[in-house]
């Protein structure tokens, strides 16, 4: 594996992810004056950390090393018992804070969302080498756990579908990207046939957006910008890079915004 620079490191962990999940719950809270609580966003970055890796270690579990064109794909075959060991110690950490930190709603509202990230993964790992819809899975779910702790909460809805689409528009450039990647696992998704319909969804996104209040408004434009931007020079940028910045977009706006709030 070539040498790794420090700035890949989040990505390559999956941080990245926990932490676009707890700063948009922090967005969330704000548009509606609501409250996080430290175990909520704990609960939050934890979960989406066991989520990722897990999927992540599913994938390399039966694939040989040359069919693992990615540095998060390399990584994890490489280190995969280590990252189990993490895994496992994680889950209970985060179940032991769940159990004591989040009221009884909370709770419920996790295990419902449990429920389909263990849907998605058994599907993903089942069909995935004919055809699963993956991306749009991992959207919906990313921003149902953004929101989950925050239910119920009835006008939580239009702004958690235009976040949803923002989760999407990442998801597909980067699968674009990365073609070759799926290729070598042999997996076939969206991405595959996106490329007709990622600047319809961009157009629809940023109409959603403009419609919403300006504490979600204004992070999400500039989310939605750094993606378009990305998108339109995706082919000068190296895919690993590329990857790092599409996720790095999610965490710009609201670290834009609430730099030049303050």
């Known amino acids: 594996m070539q040498r790794i620079q420090i700035w890949q490191w989040p990505n390559l962990l999956a941080l990245d992810a926990a932490l676009i999940a707890v700063v948009w719950q922090a967005v969330f809270a704000k548009l509606f004056g609501m409250q996080c609580t430290l175990s909520s966003q704990i609960v939050l970055g934890l979960s989406v950390w066991l989520t990722y890796m897990a999927d992540r270690l599913f994938d ?99 702004p958690s579908i235009a976040f949803a689409l923002l989760c999407l528009i990442n998801c597909l450039i980067i699968g674009k990207k990365e073609h070759h990647v799926d290729a070598a696992l042999r997996t076939r998704s969206l991405a595959g046939i996106s490329a007709t319909y990622i600047i319809p969804l961009e157009i629809a996104c940023a109409v959603l957006i403009s419609l919403q209040d300006e504490a979600f408004r204004l992070p999400a434009l500039l989310t939605l910008a750094a993606l378009i931007m990305l998108h339109a020079i995706q082919k000068r940028l190296l895919v690993e890079h590329f990857r790092v910045l599409a996720d790095s977009s999610l965490i710009l706006g609201p670290a834009t915004y609430y730099w030049l709030s303050a």
């Open 60 to 158: 390399v579990a039966q694939r040989e090393p040359d069919q693992l064109q990615s540095y998060r794909h390399r990584y994890a075959k490489q280190y995969a018992q280590r990252l189990w060991l993490v895994w496992g110690m994680l889950l209970i950490a985060n179940s032991a804070i769940a159990v004591f930190g989040l009221t009884s709603q909370q709770m419920l509202n996790g295990f419902v969302l449990l429920a389909f990230c263990l849907a998605y993964t058994v599907l993903n790992q089942r069909f995935s080498g004919k055809f699963f819809p993956k991306e749009l899975c991992v959207a919906l779910i990313f921003a149902a756990g953004v929101i989950i702790f925050l239910l119920p909460n009835a006008f939580l809805w239009q």
